[in-house]
T-cell receptor
């Protein structure tokens, strides 16, 4: 099992550019989430999904968009990149809320210049 | 907003010693989880304790939960250099769709 796969691992964007961070899991997990990790801030929830076709906003959703057309994939779109979005992004999945721990991807380190 | 707050922010010990990290949270929870993050890597799930449990063990890990005080502790016994990492507590709420809310973490350094 590959678990949770995130691509790319590193990315540099110019202010105003758009891009999509990819996340795929092969564990048939219903729950998927996107977090950003900034120094001294821990992890903050951006968007999450409790199943295909269902998404909702987390703590810091502004500037990001998500969709969940399949159980396996949960891409995160940056609409118009800003330097404040420089961060490390993690995707995570879980079989169902309260049923077990989350499996995290290895992260995408994004720099916006 | 952050739900969990870990204490201390940083901890430095010698190999063989025990390491204790604490976590406090604000609202009612379904469960509390602890994760480890090695530098530059993703988070790894260590242990989950449900709101109706008071203590749980997994190998060298012992977790306690006191829902009346809204606090938890993670004890790592007989620490090894390989335990050097950041440790995060995360809470899963008990209303509606549940998501994980993380604290800011404790950085543990275990010296040989």
């Amino acid at each position: 099992n590959a678990g949770v796969t995130q691509t790319p691992k590193f990315q540099v964007l110019k202010t105003g550019q758009s891009m999509t961070l990819q996340c795929a899991q092969d564990m048939n997990h219903e729950y998927m989430s996107w977090y950003r990790q900034d120094p001294g801030m821990g992890l903050r929830l951006i968007h999450y999904s409790v199943g295909a076709g269902i998404t909702d906003q987390g703590e810091v959703p502004n500037g990001y968009n998500v969709s969940r057309s399949t159980t396996e994939d949960f891409p995160l779109r940056l609409l118009s990149a800003a330097p404040s979005q420089t961060s490390v992004y993690f995707c995570a999945s879980s079989p169902q809320g309260g049923m077990g721990g989350y499996t995290f991807g290895s992260g995408t380190r994004l720099t916006v210049v | 907003s952050q739900q969990g707050e870990e204490d201390p922010q940083a901890l430095s010990i010698q190999e063989g010693e025990n390491a204790t990290m604490n976590c406090s949270y604000k609202t009612s929870i379904n469960n509390l989880q602890w994760y480890r993050q090695n530098s530059g890597r993703g988070l790894v799930h260590l242990i989950l304790i449900r709101s109706n449990e008071r203590e749980k063990h997994s190998g060298r890990l012992r977790v306690t939960l006191d829902t009346s005080k809204k606090s938890s502790s993670l004890l790592i016994t007989a620490s090894r250099a390989a335990d050097t990492a950041s440790y995060f507590c995360a809470t899963e709420g008990n209303s509606g769709y549940s998501t994980l809310t993380f604290g800011k973490g404790t950085m543990l350094l275990v010296s040989p």
